[in-house]
């Protein structure tokens, strides 16, 4: 069985890995993080209301004795990057399928800025949902250029707002000028660039990425890490992340959930 310890409630902690700025007295703080690459005054951006970004309560999949996901609940508020981390074959996956409405929960709430998207018999598909989903294959379309694959998730109808949009989100993941290639012909570095603009492009509230820099070597892994953190940051997006690898969540988190097989799911940082 598989239970989120979290803090309060569910017990936990919470490690906080930065000095306050001196700021602070005015009532903001500064995070500056030397592998990420960013740099975010939280007193600024971040909303006071509780339910805003990602809420989840006692979120449950599975039946019988042993379920996949028993009582799980985490927050992340706008801004803020938390990690899952385990082995595979422990939930993460399932999770992320379960808050983007690719899975029916067997129970719990799940709110996106303090709208219900699963609660009781609500369940909210997942194209009406404010949310992006990134993938460690990129899942980009083929038949698409880059451009066309970063329009395809912009919903507005006025074809000059698109167009903006389109260009803005390139230039910040710094693809502008692979706008007219196919994905085929772009490295795996710049194939995630694209999928990030992509999911950007819908201007979510929550961003789920599911082992998104994997399949990167290290050195391209680190620069698109740094960028994608930097850019979800500035967005304001709340962010949950999946990785197997301990030493990425710990240098990306605001707070990490460990998940263990056959054992608690457990905030550790």
Partial sequence: MRRADRRGRFGGRRHHRCRPHPRAAA????????????????????SADPDSGLVVRDLTFGFGDD???DAFS????PGDVHCVLGPSGSGKTT???LIAGLERPTGGLVLIDGQPMVRGGVHVPPERRAVGLVFQDFALFPNRTVRGNVLFGIRTSGRAERAARCDELLH???VEALADRMPSTLSGGEQQRVAIARALARR???MLLDEPFSSLDVETRTTVRAETMSVLRDSDVATLMVTHDPSEAGLVADDVIRFKPSQTATKTL
């Fill in 27 to 46: 009532g903001q703080t500064r995070r500056t993080d030397p592998y990420g690459g960013f740099e975010r005054s939280d007193g600024l951006n971040r």
């Fill in 67 to 69: 379920p996949l996901l």
């Fill in 74 to 77: 985490v927050n992340v508020p």
């Fill in 95 to 97: 999770l992320l399928r």
């Fill in 172 to 174: 910040r993941l710094g």
């Fill in 204 to 206: 979510p509230r929550v």
